[in-house]
């Protein structure tokens, strides 16, 4: 049910973020599943150690969230039962990151892009942020530069 109704990965992405599934089920029964629900965008992998059970899924369903730093990766925050239904929006997925949505108002760590909110929004077919077609963006950019932002 949670792979049924995640907003498109793209949304992540242009904030360096990915989603990805993990479960104990085979490749095979996998790829007939996400070609039958069109879930083509977001890679899916088979557990084949205690992976789930050393973060806490074992039994259901749960969502990690985890920051590379180099070749480190640290798990930062999860989340299971009935919390982890609440997921599938973008923005649910970046408020739990450790970077969040990256934006000017929130603390980050020097050397990481923050951008006002709204900047970053973009289009799932067309991922950048210069759209012409966005609506607003035109007007926001606008606002901001009579502003001297």
């Known amino acids: 049910m949670v792979g049924d109704q995640v907003a ?20 095979p029964d ?20 205690d992976f789930d059970k050393d973060f806490g899924v074992d039994e259901w369903h749960g969502t990690n969230a985890f920051i590379r730093d ?3 990766v640290f798990r930062t925050y999860f989340i299971n039962n009935r919390g982890d239904e609440a997921m599938g929006g973008t ?6 990151t450790a970077l ?14 923050q951008t006002a ?18 609506p607003g963006l035109v007007q926001l950019h606008a606002a901001r530069s009579a502003a001297g932002q």
């Open 70 to 72: 180099g070749d480190r």
């Open 30 to 49: 996998i790829a007939r599943l996400k070609a039958r629900m069109g879930w083509g965008l977001i890679p899916w992998y088979t557990i084949t150690d």
């Open 100 to 113: 969040g949505r990256q934006e000017k108002w929130e603390d980050s760590p020097e050397g990481y892009p």
């Open 8 to 27: 498109h990965p793209a949304h992540l992405n242009v904030r360096d973020t990915t989603l990805a599934f993990v479960s104990r089920a085979p490749q």
């Open 91 to 96: 923005w649910a997925y970046l408020d739990i």
């Open 117 to 134: 909110p709204y900047d970053w929004w973009i289009w799932h077919d067309q991922p950048r942020r210069t759209d012409p077609d966005r």
